[in-house]
């Protein structure tokens, strides 16, 4: 009987053991079959990001070569976004270069090829436009003497910014969003020679701000945003204090 037994316990035994080996075979070219998968995967989006890139920057260059065509037809006086590596090529021709009065930038600025649009000749105006990093290009534009205008829309400035703002001796127009600034941040423009238009948003006015102002002496108009409780209040000050400079209290929006 105890023969018998062994008998009967022994195929389960083997059954088991045999189960188990095919568990651990499955468990195994799951692994592997996982592994592969994910470098595939890897693989995949590591060469769709490179087309992707590759794809971008050959739509730059098309479009920067499109204006510089525009530009020497003489149907532009302007430059959008221009492709960085597409800079020393622009300079390289004298009077295509001369032709640009101005800028238009936007997106990442910190490419050190952008720093020498400043020899572009007959630059006159730049707007930012949602820039990050123009922190970056303006210090690689520090004092730039062809510069009359600058505009900032939905790009945040630092106190930095304002100083190398403050560089540019021939800037008559700046206007920017002050959002998370204060007067003692602008004080970079303080005695500024030749700025004659300025327009800032979402700046609270205060007695700094009012010395700043007066310390422009070719200061001609200035519009600023205000609370609708203090407008009436502010532009009263702003008469008060610049009776030679038109003054415009909007409402601001904040």
């Avoid at 389960?12 to 592994?35: L, V």
């Avoid at 693989?43 to 070569?65: I, M």
């Avoid at 002050?178 to 205060?206: F, P």
Wanted: proline fraction near 3%.
């Amino acid at each position: 009987m105890a023969r018998d037994n062994e008998n009967d316990v022994e195929p389960e035994d083997r059954r088991d053991s045999a189960s188990g080996k095919h568990i651990a075979a499955w468990f195994g070219w799951m692994t592997f079959f996982g592994i592969v998968g994910v470098l595939v995967t890897v693989g995949v989006q590591s060469f769709v990001n490179d087309w992707c890139e590759g794809d971008l920057a050959r739509q730059s260059h098309e479009w920067t070569t499109e204006q510089a065509d525009q530009l020497r037809r003489g149907e532009i006086d302007c430059l959008v976004n221009p492709d960085p590596a597409f800079v020393e090529e622009l300079l390289a021709d004298a009077a295509c270069a001369a032709k640009v009065r101005d800028l238009y930038l936007g997106g990442d600025l910190s490419d050190p090829r952008l720093g020498r649009l400043r020899e572009l000749p007959n630059l006159k105006c730049i707007v930012f436009l949602f820039a990050d990093n123009q922190n970056v290009l303006l210090e690689r534009l520090h004092g730039t003497s062809s510069i009359e205008k600058l505009t900032f829309e939905h790009t945040c400035l630092s106190s930095g910014d304002v100083g190398h703002i403050a560089t540019f001796p021939n800037l008559g127009s700046l206007a920017f969003d002050a959002r998370g600034l204060c007067a003692a941040d602008l004080q970079g423009l303080s005695g500024h020679r030749s700025l004659e238009r300025l327009a800032i948003q979402r700046l609270s006015s205060d007695k700094e701000l009012i010395a700043l102002l007066k310390s422009l002496p070719r200061l001609r108009e200035f519009a600023i945003g205000a609370s609708n409780k203090e407008r009436d209040a502010f532009q009263k000050l702003l008469n008060e204090a610049l009776p030679r400079c038109k003054c415009h209290v909007s409402e601001d929006d904040r």
